[in-house]
């Protein structure tokens, strides 16, 4: 985590969760807050479409601007980071939604927050990222960044899947299932803990394997080192019916005899948090954590 410097940004952009014309007056009035204290503002498709100007591409935005400030939820962020790439420019997320694990910053409090974020009282936490790759004889048919998980899954009523998990090179199981996830510790929080799998805080870089409804009982989720090489191979399918999703919203088919590799990415996506976050206070207003 770094302390972010006085005046670091120049260029922001905003983008908006796709939807959500009513918020055009709350992307007005922050465009003008920024463009008064002599910032240039970018706006993202909807949130221009949300003002009636003309916008950018997100993956253009991601492109020119020194900080993005997203208005959404956890799914509009994960959608941003990946266009950001192997960029590195800060995300502030302005939850929108119900949850919000990563878009933490309420729309009360957006302005303030920004005063802090702008005056550099804000930190720079890093998450790590997974490269997640599809191979299928010798060549690389899908490639994908990962800030909360891959998903190896069937994709309607089949058997259970076979797969076969390395780390290393070396065994570690076979699992029968209807799936696996390997996610990160950002994505503990994500599908990895619906299905059972451990919470882990995001400073502590780890790789996760999750089974989805493992047909024995045995079979429990896994916390590998994060320099460890996951592969999962894929056994028995027939065309259609298996599916690497990412992050939830994008993937592709996988079929008999392709694998899944996974490591951690050398480009992590950096969030504004502030310097006095508790994790642990996050976790128990979030999740409800002692409520009767």
Request: charged share 25%; proline share 5%; with cysteine.
């Amino acid at each position: 985590m770094s302390r972010c410097e006085t005046m670091p940004y120049r260029s922001i952009g905003i983008c908006l969760k796709p939807g959500q014309p009513q918020l055009g007056e709350v992307v007005r009035t922050l465009k003008v807050w920024l463009e008064d204290r002599d910032y240039d503002v970018l706006l993202g498709p909807q949130a221009a479409d949300a003002v009636e100007e003309t916008g950018l591409d997100r993956s253009d935005l991601a492109e020119q601007v020194d900080l993005m400030v997203v208005l959404g939820g956890d799914g509009t962020l994960l959608a941003v980071a990946r266009l950001i790439g192997h960029r590195r420019v800060p995300i502030l997320g302005v939850n929108l939604g119900t949850l919000g694990f990563l878009a933490e910053i309420s729309q009360e409090e957006m302005f303030e927050t920004l005063e802090e974020v702008l005056a550099g009282r804000f930190h720079r936490e890093q998450r790590m990222r997974l490269e997640v790759r599809v191979h299928r004889d010798g060549a690389v048919v899908g490639e994908y960044l990962a800030l909360n998980d891959a998903v190896i899954a069937k994709t309607g009523i089949s058997r259970l899947l076979d797969l076969e998990a390395r780390a290393d090179g070396v065994e570690v199981t076979a699992y029968h299932a209807d799936g696996l996830i390997v996610s990160t510790p950002t994505g503990s929080s994500a599908y990895s803990l619906s299905a059972g799998g451990p919470l882990v805080l995001p400073g502590f870089e780890a790789v996760l394997l999750t089974p989805i409804c493992p047909h024995t009982l045995t079979q429990r989720p896994l916390v590998l080192p994060a320099d460890s090489g996951v592969e999962i191979r894929v056994h028995q399918t027939h065309e259609g019916d298996v599916r690497l999703t990412v992050d939830g919203q994008v993937g592709c088919e996988v079929r008999e005899g392709d694998f899944v590799s996974a490591r951690r990415s050398e480009h992590p996506v950096e969030l504004l948090v502030p310097p006095d976050r508790n994790r642990f206070e996050v976790m128990r207003r979030k999740l409800r954590w002692g409520e009767r």
